[in-house]
């Protein structure tokens, strides 16, 4: 099954093994193998599966204790990017959204919403003026967005506290001010916030865990598989959905802590001071008054838009990121909008934030220092449609004038450097040539 990598493969996980600052000379120790064909898109999204995956084995390796080389099987890959889908609970397939999430033809384009917890749903609705009756809120919200722009519903819902998102070109993302700031962001942020001393571990890595939905809980979940002790946090009255826990809790031990209260309080502050690693995914901003940091900690925080520009507070998911930054309208048609084959944005970030985490201690236990790593969504978003190579056919197509007319036609897929490029001559009209050889 394994073989050598090749150059897509190795450009996506040396790349992003860059981007961590690690060694380019380990990369060699990653080998892959598998089916091809999967997770089938227009932009290379199994590139990006198979790479973050990469790295997030690749930094194990580098903290010692596994195997010398990882080795990455492009149909478990593509089968993990896919994990909530082959989810089953007592034979129930899992519910992955909610009638409320999902495309609306606005008056001028399209709208993506995503109401999958009853608080977001409540606000979608509010913004909308109509009154939650679940049988015909469908109807509802459809007919209240067909009459407004895109960008209206847009402002408004984020204004109640909802999510939804106008759909945008590539160009258009591109030209947008938060846009703009997302591609100013390196792909992994990673800082040094002090000189505090290298740490003693003993027993197993602890790791604080404050993620939701999904690409922190699937770092985390990465984390339990090389035996990490993570300890998952979320608030007594906003439980994690359960299909969502019981995809992304495997390995992990979960508990109910109400930061506002001053007992619950005093028991998280216990935790954190024990803790190796927090990881943290709510929006920017949203746990500055708790003053999470504490000296030697790992500190990993993951967002949909990234710290700056005016989304830097907004919420966000993957959906809502694919549909903001043009990558729905690349995997769309030109009647409606689509969708990568996986929540590969989310499961890519998860794997990467891993792998930056454990890149991170490493870093840690040779030169001590409290670290902090920063990722997110639409920054992952902008590497795969900006940084990986993608199939793209006018590149291998030519036009060439003759008696048929212009004729556009495919390169010869066998090229030799010095040798031939292409054909003399085009095809003539059938019939037309005499039969007889060319003469020397």
Known sequence: MDKLMGNTVRTGTELLWS???????????????????????????MDLARATVAVAGLAAVERGGLPERVRVDDGAVATAFVSERHLRVDGRAPVSFAPLSRFWRASDGWVRTHANYPHHRAALLSALGLRDA????????????????????????????????????????????QGRAVAALPLVARERLDDAAPGRRSGPLRVLDLTRVLAGPVATRTLALLGADVLRIDPPDNPELPDQHADTN??????????????????????????????????????????????????????????HGPWGERRGFDSLVQAATGIAVTEGSPDEPGALPA??????????????????????????????????????????????????????????????GLLRHALSPVSYEGGPTGWSRPPGVAGADAPEWLRA
Request: glycine fraction near 10%.
């Open 250 to 307: 495997v390995g992990k031990r979960t508990a109910a802590l109400d930061l506002e209260s001053p007992s619950d309080r005093r028991t998280f502050e216990e935790l954190l001071g024990a803790a190796d690693v927090l990881v943290t995914g709510y929006r920017p901003g949203a746990l500055d008054r708790f003053d999470l940091h504490r000296p030697g900690l790992v500190i990993a925080r993951i967002s949909a838009w990234g710290d």
């Open 19 to 45: 981007a961590l600052g690690g060694d380019p000379a380990l990369v060699d120790r990653v080998a892959c193998g598998g089916p091809s064909g999967l997770l089938p898109a227009r932009l290379p999204v």
């Open 343 to 404: 929540q590969a944005l989310d499961h890519g970030t998860g794997y990467l934030l891993a792998a930056a985490v454990l890149r991170s201690l490493t870093e840690q236990d040779r030169e001590g220092g409290t670290r902090l790593v920063r990722l997110a969504l639409a920054r992952t978003g902008h590497w795969l449609t900006h940084a990986l190579p993608r199939y793209e056919p006018e590149r291998h197509l030519t036009e060439t004038s003759g008696p048929l």
């Open 134 to 177: 679940s049988g015909e809120a469908v109807e509802a919200v459809a007919a209240a967005i067909a009459e407004r722009k895109a960008v209206e519903v847009e402002t408004a819902v984020y204004g109640a506290g909802g999510l939804a998102v106008a759909l945008r070109t590539p160009e258009e993302w591109a030209a947008h001010e």
